[in-house]
């Protein structure tokens, strides 16, 4: 680990932990905490000094609320999410695991961003459900990861597990599938070492999925869009 490496882990750890705790403010409004994501995940970016270049930015809804599905290969891929975002209305709360929660890192920020948890050991999910019902109640989306997980192979897509569709269905959701077309963890890393150099990560906006169509699977329906 260089110099630059520790300056800039001690950075991250440092304004993660700061945002977390404007974010703890109950009386912050949905447009309120949107802004408060959007102004971090800047902050972070341009620390590390990467571009974010939005594909067909046109497929993105003015405002409304979705189940955003997004792949994932990196711990900065919600706030690349959060850039591609920024210019519309779309607030949405993220599925986080429960190792995110308890992290001395990520645990503030996590827990006050505006999150569901989701504990993969819990063998009754009642709860989950409920909080997702919640928060589309409150005129909010649901930002998942379908992986379940990073992607850590070469594959350039997981296998994605049942729950997005079902939450889409349960809550009539319609989806907005994003891919990030980099591979935003070998980017990350090589800004960490050196970033001096300006670097582009880009994220594509797929076309609105209907929940309902039958005519083939999400993961099928989303490589499709993509070209995967």
């Known amino acids: ?102 992290s001395i890192f990520f645990g503030s920020f996590t827990r006050n961003a505006g999150t569901i948890l989701l504990d993969r050991e819990s063998k009754q999910m009642g709860g989950f459900f409920a909080d997702v019902k919640e928060a589309v109640k409150e005129e909010k989306s649901i930002f998942i990861f379908p992986e379940g997980t990073r992607n850590k192979s070469d594959e350039v897509l997981g296998e994605f597990k049942n729950g997005s569709k079902i939450i889409a269905l349960k809550n009539r959701l319609k989806i907005l599938p994003v891919y990030i077309d980099s591979n935003a963890s070998q980017v990350m890393k090589d800004a960490t070492k050196n970033n001096s150099i300006k670097r582009d990560i880009v994220i594509k906006i797929g076309a609105i999925i209907d929940p309902k169509d039958k005519s083939m699977g999400l993961e099928e329906r989303y490589r499709e869009q993509f070209g995967l």
């Open 1 to 102: 680990m260089n110099f630059n490496q520790i300056k800039l882990i001690l950075y991250a750890g440092y304004i993660t932990n700061l945002y977390g705790f404007r974010l703890k403010n109950r009386s912050l409004t949905n447009e309120d905490r949107k802004k408060i994501r959007v102004e971090f995940a800047t902050k972070m970016l341009n620390k590390l000094n990467i571009n974010i270049i939005i594909e067909n930015p046109k497929n993105i809804p003015s405002d409304g609320k979705y189940m955003l599905i997004s792949n994932h290969r990196s711990v900065i891929d919600p706030i690349i999410v959060e850039i591609a975002l920024q210019d519309s209305d779309i607030y949405g709360v993220w599925v986080a695991k429960k190792e995110l929660y308890n």
